[in-house]
Nanobody, 130 residues
Framework: QVQLLESGGGLVQAGGSLRLSCAAS?????????????AGWFRQAPGKEREFVAG????????FHADAVKGRFTISRDNAKNMVYLQMSSLKPEDTAVYYC??????????????????WGQGTQVTVSS
């Protein structure tokens, strides 16, 4: 089991940048360390369904970004610090949403954007003004 805590959200003008962070904590009795987890970022705007934003495999060698954010957002991770990041640049008002970090014990060389995640953070609000 892993607990996830997002931070870094806020209010930014269109064209600006933000970096979201996700701190993961596992219990000492867990058989999985965070290195065993695939991770992802999702977002949910008011009145819309939650959507996949980006995913990263267990060691960071493989990433996948949704078309809506490709070239503007970058997911990364630091397993030594149990952290996952989402660097967001060239932000648009339509990026306004609550952003969630997610994880699942899964070791693979690629990222499946349709994979079901088991653990979720509580989210951090990102608001982009025009």
């Amino acid at each position: 089991q892993v607990q996830l805590l997002e931070s870094g959200g806020g209010l930014v003008q269109a064209g600006g940048s933000l970096r979201l962070s996700c701190a993961a904590s596992t219990h000492t009795y867990d058989i999985h360390t965070f290195e065993s987890y695939a991770a992802g970022w999702f977002r949910q705007a008011p009145g819309k369904e939650r959507e996949f934003v980006a995913g990263i495999n267990w060691n960071g060698d493989s990433t996948f970004h949704a078309d809506a954010v490709k070239g503007r957002f970058t997911i990364s991770r630091d397993n030594a610090k149990n952290m996952v990041y989402l660097q967001m640049s060239s932000l648009k008002p339509e990026d306004t949403a609550v952003y969630y970090c997610a994880a699942r014990p899964f070791r693979a060389t690629t990222v499946d954007p349709y994979m079901e995640y088991h653990y979720w953070g509580q989210g951090t609000q990102v608001t982009v003004s025009s």
